[in-house]
């Protein structure tokens, strides 16, 4: 419990994606990542501090340096709760790519989960990883990459389908971050999968959100894949990233 926290920041905002898109949050945003997307709008370099908002909310911060033990973070989240009973519906672990740390998130997450649930986010591409926390989370928010939209080179749908079976029964749903680029056959790859394992798992397409602002996708280019994704799942939502259009953290 005193092991180093390769954290990037500790916040409370409102989720803006995927299943528990406006659910209010604590996050916990850990670094590194094993991909490397080129929409990804997230710092994930490991670093020796970290950013620790100074009351749930507020949009202050303090920098720990060096970065904090994991009780102190505990602590503070022990606080949180108390000073803010029933505001916050689960804890997001993030990143980055959360599953990196499996090792010490299987001793951080049982002492976290009696604080609050815990909503688990993803790339969905290491499922032994996976297969350690299982029984620790209780939500699954799982991105699969699309080649156009996220410029990964490396073949990742079967790392996908074993991701997903592991996760299933755990609240999963899936995320794609769709653009202009994106092609109906990308959307049937992703369908067969989720197809494969339970058809009823929430599929979530995101329109891909720019750097300058505004969105990287036309409206009737939305409307089809949302259409081709349709007529194979039953649960196909459409969801911008909600907070950054509210200015949210």
Request: glycine share 8%.
């Amino acid at each position: 419990m005193n092991e180093l926290v390769h954290l990037s920041e500790v916040f409370s905002s409102i989720q803006g994606e995927g299943y528990l898109a406006g659910r209010r949050q604590i996050f916990i945003r850990l670094t590194d990542c094993n991909l490397d997307c080129s929409y990804c709008d997230t710092d994930h370099a490991r670093r020796d501090s970290c950013r620790v908002e100074t009351f749930p909310g507020s949009s202050e911060f303090r920098l720990l340096q060096p970065s904090p033990h994991f009780n102190h973070i505990l602590q503070t989240l022990k606080g949180w709760c108390a000073s803010l009973p029933g505001v916050h519906h689960s804890i997001s672990i993030t990143g980055g790519e959360p599953l990196l740390h499996a090792d010490r998130l299987a001793t951080w997450l049982p002492a976290l989960r009696r604080l609050l649930p815990i909503h688990l986010e993803t790339n969905g591409t290491m499922h032994l990883a996976m297969e350690q926390l299982i029984g620790q989370v209780d939500y699954v928010s799982m991105d699969m990459k699309l080649p156009s939209t996220s410029g990964c080179t490396e073949h990742l749908w079967d790392l996908h389908r074993e991701f997903l079976r592991v996760a299933h029964g755990k609240n999963t749903s899936v995320k794609v971050v769709i653009g202009d680029e994106t092609v109906l056959d990308e959307i049937e790859q992703v369908c067969g999968i989720i197809s494969d394992v339970d058809r009823t798992t929430p599929l979530f397409l995101q329109p891909l959100s720019m750097v300058e602002g505004g969105l990287g996708i036309r409206v009737a280019h939305m409307l089809r894949l949302q259409e081709a994704a349709s007529a194979r799942l039953p649960d196909v939502r459409v969801i911008p990233q909600m907070h950054r259009m509210l200015g949210a953290l």
